[in-house]
């Protein structure tokens, strides 16, 4: 049997499309009729594994050693790395536009200038952020408390930032196409 159908590395390499939503209500975001929207690879792709393993042994080379990394990070902190490690995710946009230098609008690219500035439009969800640890079975909750308590938190909106949305985007599930048994 020719496993190339299960290449999930490949698949998050290609990426998929992905409507963007406002952070506020969760609506998707529209220019008229058209969606809003980015391309964002999978975490699992080859290329951001790389990007990853680069920056981790460039930080363990720098003077501020891992020792450094494992101080205390203000909020700012972590909305940049947010920012940052999702920014290696995207691999382009539809119908997202800037004002350019001439003061017109324009498509944006995916220039590390343009990514900054569209994950930087809005700041993380803290409510978001701790979405792990509110899905995590507190002492003495019962098992069906629990997937109560679940299906109601993911059933609100927690007000995900950009950079939030792409992270999710780029999450593992979904890039391989569905396969029968066979």
């Not at 999978?42 to 101080?71: C, N, T, V």
Request: proline share 3%; with cysteine; glycine share 6%.
């Amino acid at each position: 049997m020719d496993f190339l159908s299960f290449d999930a590395r490949k698949a998050a390499e290609v990426g998929r499309k992905v409507q963007i939503r406002d952070q506020q209500t969760g609506e998707p975001i529209f220019d008229g009729e058209t969606e809003c929207c980015f391309y964002v690879r999978g975490i699992s792709s080859r290329s951001y594994q790389a990007a990853i393993k680069a920056e981790h042994a460039a930080r363990m080379k720098s003077p501020r050693s891992a020792k450094a990394s494992e101080d205390a990070k203000m909020i700012s902190d972590i909305h940049d790395d947010l920012v940052k490690s999702a920014s290696r995710l995207i691999t382009g946009f539809s119908a997202v536009q800037r004002t350019g230098d001439d003061g017109k609008l324009r498509d944006l690219t995916t220039s590390d200038d343009d990514i900054k500035w569209f994950l930087d439009l809005n700041f993380l969800s803290m409510d978001h952020l701790m979405k792990s640890a509110a899905l995590t079975i507190s002492p003495g909750e019962t098992s069906e408390e629990f997937e109560d308590r679940k299906k109601e938190y993911e059933a609100r909106w927690h007000k995900p930032s950009f950079a939030q949305q792409v992270l999710d985007a780029a999450q593992d599930e979904g890039f391989l196409p569905r396969t029968s048994k066979g």
